[in-house]
């Protein structure tokens, strides 16, 4: 297994580096720079600002000094705001990101195993259709309209929710978290009804009922094992994906997270701020989907076996 | 009263196209301590009237129409689910066929051993996990799992087929039944194992005093355990007698057929073999697969140092356990697993020394028939796609000829040519073996191998793509290689049988002269496991051993 692990992050590193140079080439083709901003300031002022920060030497020398640095963990200083580096940013938007994800999470989880095994127990009935029906509305409901609702309902008229902030009120998590993680408990729920359904059609499940077992036993042990490594091998994906996009939710609620400093460095040309968290994101998509991998080998006896062998 | 006493039971299938009879008007009773054969081929009713005992038949499409099953006087069709759960844990046991899919993959053998203790639906039966596990790991060494206190832990992937079986039949026991059935419990397995099992069963069965329904579409399997038997076709009971009068006495045409097709005897038909002009040369194969999880070496040698020739014209039988290689042995002639060692001639070429793009004219002289019919025709392609396929890819038809080409094909292989146009699905097993045979015979091959090609067909069937095979060996001048883990079926078509045994030969001989004088005991042990479709010798050689 951890052969396996270390493997894939020997991997990871290949991959990191064409990250790393493709974004580096993407946003200093893209047209203006980080001090280009409206109002006109003298060419003197601009000439110093980039020998301050390098920008005056030719692409390549600032690339291989970019590389040296991140090797290093330091994405350097951002342009924008000025005296704080982007690892500190990094670190001040993170909590409330990663609270955010987290929770987003179980809502999926909860919502999404539930409805989905639920559905899986009774295909084609009417305990099917309801939350399948409900899981394609949230799939094809987008936060940016979502969380609007949301607000405007349980905010505005029943006045039960605070309608923005994060930590500051009682209750003031509950809304978004929902938002984020609407769309992504629809996709577990369709994910565990299509696995749960593969695993209830098994001759192994039908040995169970033959020993008499009762329909709780048979769906919580002996189904549920197998039914839902289709959703821990979505469950890394997912978690990068919730990190990675908790831009809007964060827009909507006025949530001090990541995303919201992830698209201002994109608008304000922020190279080293763009840079910056695109490695930090991709590092992580990289470690969640590994970790799930794990758990999924991890989950099947034979799987888990075999790894073990190749140690 | 009887133990079990089945009364007009019907059950039919409503689904799209109309409804199915599955069982129609079905009456048999079974006494404690009685074993009692239901025979039929596949879709003849028998299964899904066991099923509906323990209500396990998927509903809808199935739907009880009439009948009562009454067990203890306890009608088992119309109790309540709770009732249904209290028979199942406590009175009446099932084994499946497939020992491979019948246990869960993700749950330990132990913990799976014990749950009928510690679910029981009787909360007063119920048992602590310890005294669970004291009393399963006394019934795994009684049904003969050596080390059974360390396997208990272990998971259903760490076991053989015949290991998994015994495990299935002690899990069965484990709440003492009354009455045990069996659904094909041994069709997966090999005959030395299938021999251990059946042996297995009926000890159990005497020490315990269960009665059994025993499921088989084969009479041979069933005359050495069987006390009554009945025979059923297409939802009905056709006879329903004691063993010895379904054997000897039988008036009923369709048990006759049955009797008739269980493959039994010599090759009847000419040995073909030419001397001393071998097609096939094999010198000290080994074919060795990697794998980590096994052995610290990381190879398994699945053929491991085996030289043979088979003449023009032969039909050579290669017989052997799971395991033994055969399969292997049959796959790296026909250069579609890569060798280790060694060298393969067809006529005076080294196929292993040729490229693979040099390799595509000697493809289309060397062919393969598959077991499984369902999983090796590709379900998305005609029968017309999938038999004009290798005819266009090796220029034997041009647009022109292609459709006489086919219906030649599916003439030769017995097959209406209106099928021409349907899918693999709309098929039985056995038409499906034969369009695998007419593909196989498609590009005029001078050499086919045919990897246990009627194992997975009932004895009915498996008897007519027996002769089918015969016939296209002698009318395209084939020669072949039948590769079987049942031994009357080569003895019925080869000419020379190859004993194989963990990657090696352990014998070689004429077919009637290895049966009459085998030299190993492994040969003998092997032979000495194929159950006689006769009553009176099995019992005298049960009782002989």
Known sequence: ?311 | MALLEVNGLSIYFHSRNGVVKAVDDVSFTVDAGETLAIVGESGSGKSVTCYSLLDLLPKPPAKIEAGTALFDGIDLLSCDAAQMRRFRSNDIAMIFQDPMTSLNPFISIGEQLIEPLIYNEDKSARLSRSDARLRAIELLDEVGIIDSEQRFDCFPHEFSGGMRQRVMIAMALINEPRLLICDEPTTALDVTIQAQILALIKTLQQKRDVAVIFISHDLGVVAGIADKIIVMCEGTVREANDAEGIFYRTEDDYTKKLLAAIPEGAKVMPNRAQVDNPLIKVQNLKTYFRDYSTTPAGHIKAVDGVSLEIQRGEILGLVGESGSGKSTLGRSILQLAPITAGSIHFDSIELNKLSPAKLVPWRRKMQMIFQDPYASLNPRMTVYQTLAEPLLYHSLANAKNIDQQVQQLMDDVGLARINMRKYPHEFSGGQRQRIAIGRAIATKPELIIADEPVSALDVTIQAQILDLILNLVEKHNLTMMFISHDLSVVRYISDRVVVMNKGVIIETGDTEALWADPQQQYTRDLLAAIPLADPKSERLRRLSR
């Open chain 1, 1 to 311: 297994m951890w052969r396996f692990a270390l493997n894939r992050l020997l991997q990871a590193i290949p991959v990191l580096l064409i990250v790393i140079s493709a974004t580096f080439m993407l946003v200093h083709s893209a047209p203006g720079g980080p001090f280009s901003a409206e109002k006109s300031v003298p060419p003197e002022v601009i000439a110093a600002l980039e020998a301050q920060y390098n920008l005056d030497q030719p692409l390549w020398q600032q690339y291989i000094s970019y590389l040296g640095d991140v090797v290093q963990g330091d994405f350097g200083p951002s342009f924008k705001y000025s005296g704080r580096t982007v690892n500190e940013l990094i670190a001040a938007g993170i909590p409330a990101t990663a609270e955010l994800a987290f929770y987003a999470m179980m809502v999926a989880l909860i919502i999404g195993v539930s409805a989905g095994v639920a559905a899986a127990m009774r295909p084609n009935t009417m305990q099917d259709y309801v939350p399948m029906s409900a899981a394609m509305l949230g799939i094809c409901m987008p936060s940016f309209l979502l969380g609007p609702l949301l607000v405007l309902i349980f905010g505005i008229y029943l006045e039960w929710l605070p309608v923005s902030g994060w930590g500051d009120m009682p209750g003031d998590k509950i809304m978004p978290s929902i938002t984020l993680g609407t769309g992504y408990a629809a996709y577990i729920a369709r994910l565990s009804r299509g696995g749960m359904l593969e695993v209830l059609s098994q001759d192994y499940i039908r040995t169970a009922r033959a020993k008499g077992l009762s329909e709780r036993v048979i769906i919580f042990k002996h189904a549920m094992r197998g039914g839902l490594i289709p959703v821990v091998a979505f469950l890394g994906p997912a978690f990068a994906g919730l990190l990675g996009g908790s831009f809007v939710v964060e827009t909507i609620f006025q949530i001090p997270g990541l995303g919201r400093f992830y698209v201002q460095a994109a608008f304000n040309r922020d190279y080293t701020m763009i840079l910056g968290m695109t490695i930090f994101f991709a590092t992580l998509i990289i470690l969640f989907n590994l970790l799930s991998d794990m758990l999924a080998i991890w989950l099947d006896p034979k799987l888990r076996h075999q790894a073990r062998g190749n140690n």
